[in-house]
């Protein structure tokens, strides 16, 4: 692990959480590869930036796929954690991303409320337009926020937290994610990565009770680049 590297994507830090910009491939949690984990990664960053003896705790709040960039928020305190895990379950967490498509969508702006039923085996999901059996309903919003000669950028607000949800409501569209195969893209990109970044949260701290919203830069990517210009020079005009 690269401590410097680490150091200068942390968003914000204090006594009761710390936010990260997870990188294209890592791992939030352990899975049955068994990676060394961002989580692993920040453990061994607080307990020598603090010079902590024994184990260092962090509590995972909400996780990234592994191939997805951005904003990750984890607990340092058992009260944080337990506080916040209600705000999630509250949805009083709100989530933003940034998801990169190669289809216009039907509409500029809408909401898509599907029914998802995962499959552990393909470690995948399937969309329904009704309830069928072990399904469950995922709702998001999404609005185009720029547009490329070849690519759109859609911002996405998700609403419930399923299983590859984004991915698998944007697919069902005819939006499947740049670069992911899984989900119906035809080709990859480079990295391996997909073209999904969760750009920000924003929910009450959990101790201090004052609004938090965090902002995630993007990954090093010209196309990411000029997304970003294109929606500045919108916010200029």
């Not at 590297?5 to 009761?16: G, K, T, V, W, Y």
């Not at 984890?74 to 967490?93: D, H, I, Q, Y």
């Not at 101790?207 to 680049?225: F, G, H, N, Q």
Request: positive net charge.
């Amino acid at each position: 692990m690269n401590l410097k590297n680490l150091s200068q994507r942390i968003l914000f830090e204090d006594n009761h959480l710390i936010v990260v910009n997870k990188l294209r491939s890592e791992l939030v949690q352990a899975d049955k590869t068994d990676d060394v984990t961002l989580r692993e990664d920040i453990q061994q960053f607080l307990k020598k930036k603090y010079n902590k003896p024994g184990d260092v705790f962090l509590g995972v709040i909400h996780r990234l796929d592994r191939p997805v960039s951005g904003v990750v928020v984890f607990a340092k305190t058992g009260k944080a954690l337990k506080r916040m895990n209600e705000l999630v379950k509250n949805r009083e967490f709100k989530k933003t991303y940034w998801a990169v498509v190669k289809t216009m969508p039907p509409k500029e702006a809408g909401e898509l409320r599907h029914y998802l039923v995962r499959n552990e085996k393909k470690n995948k999901s399937f969309a329904y337009p009704k309830p069928v059996n072990n399904s469950k309903e995922a709702v998001l919003t999404y609005k185009l926020a720029a547009a490329s000669d070849e690519y759109y950028l859609l911002e996405v607000d998700l609403k419930t937290g399923r299983h590859h949800q984004i991915r698998t409501q944007l697919a069902a569209i005819g939006c499947p994610i740049k670069g992911d195969l899984k989900y119906g893209f035809p080709r990859s990109n480079k990295d391996a990565s997909i073209s999904l970044h969760a750009r920000s949260v924003e929910f009450i701290h959990p101790v201090k009770k004052e609004p938090l919203k965090i902002v995630a830069s993007p990954p090093d990517d010209p196309l990411w680049y000029f997304f970003v210009n294109a929606l500045s020079s919108q916010i200029k005009k």
